[in-house]
């Protein structure tokens, strides 16, 4: 009955070993791979989801126009492009986020950690050079947008 137990338990551990292994998603970007914890950050945002879009008092604006716009970025453009969007949330969006209750400052801070580490990550494995040269390569191109944007 004791050698019961003791399976019972080794098997319960090896499961909740493998709860928060389950949420990890691994981004590829070229030789370089990031761990990114979605549950923590979709839990985090669904904590704070409805306080959030509610202050939202510019409805009829979109800064992202779905994932599928970002899933159609090239494959060796996502490193570049990625590191930095996480960048511009980082400087320019959880920054500004110092109102609001304890708890929503603490959810938003985690999911800022988040960003972080995701961040930190993608540096260690990016030629910001080479980042660089290519975002002044395709100048051109943010112009040409900026141009025809009404």
């Given at each position: 009955?004791?050698?019961?137990?003791?399976?019972?338990?080794?098997?319960?551990?090896?499961?909740?070993?493998?709860?928060?292994?389950?949420?990890?998603?691994?981004?590829?970007f070229?030789?370089?791979?990031?761990?990114?914890?979605?549950?923590?950050?979709?839990?985090?945002?669904?904590?704070?989801?409805?306080?959030?879009?509610?202050?939202?008092?510019?409805?009829?604006?979109?800064?992202?126009?779905?994932?599928?716009?970002?899933?159609?970025?090239?494959?060796?453009?996502?490193?570049?492009?990625?590191?930095?969007?996480?960048?511009?949330?980082?400087?320019?969006?959880?920054?500004?986020?110092?109102e609001?209750?304890?708890?929503?400052?603490?959810?938003?801070?985690?999911?800022?950690?988040?960003?972080?580490?995701?961040?930190?990550?993608?540096?260690?494995?990016?030629?910001?050079?080479?980042?660089?040269?290519?975002?002044?390569?395709?100048?051109?191109?943010?112009?040409?947008?900026i141009?025809?944007?009404?």
């Open positions: 009955m004791e050698g019961g137990y003791i399976l019972l338990l080794l098997h319960t551990a090896f499961l909740l070993c493998l709860i928060p292994a389950s949420s990890l998603k691994q981004l590829h070229g030789h370089c791979m990031v761990s990114v914890d979605m549950y923590e950050m979709r839990k985090g945002f669904g904590d704070i989801k409805e306080m959030t879009q509610s202050q939202d008092r510019h409805t009829s604006i979109r800064l992202l126009h779905g994932s599928h716009s970002l899933q159609n970025t090239k494959s060796e453009d996502r490193c570049c492009f990625f590191h930095y969007l996480l960048k511009f949330y980082l400087v320019n969006v959880f920054n500004q986020c110092t609001g209750s304890n708890f929503h400052q603490r959810r938003v801070s985690r999911i800022a950690n988040n960003f972080l580490s995701i961040k930190k990550e993608l540096t260690l494995c990016m030629d910001s050079h080479s980042a660089a040269v290519k975002a002044l390569g395709e100048l051109d191109i943010l112009l040409d947008w141009d025809k944007a009404d």
